[in-house]
């Protein structure tokens, strides 16, 4: 099972898709340890959801 941090619906903030609503499914566990992450709170904090739990999750915040 996928480990996730959060699913949640924003803007696209950057490339080509840049303002394009969008759902993003954040993982949890990247142990790249990159200095300029602005999402550290993931390296550590999530939960194990099954895929249909995450499928299911996203469908609601596209209706
Ligand atoms: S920026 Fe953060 S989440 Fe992205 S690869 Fe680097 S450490 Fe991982």
Known sequence: M???????WSAQGE????????VFVRLAGCT?????C???RAWERG???T???VVAAVAGLLR
């Not at 996928?2 to 949640?8: A, S, T, V, W």
């Not at 790249?32 to 300029?36: I, K, T």
């Open 2 to 8: 996928p480990r996730i941090n959060e699913i949640f």
């Open 15 to 22: 490339g080509l898709r840049s303002g394009v609503p969008s």
């Open 38 to 40: 602005d999402t550290r």
């Open 51 to 53: 895929v249909e739990d």
């Open 32 to 36: 790249l340890g990159c200095p300029y």
């Open 47 to 49: 939960r194990e959801r």
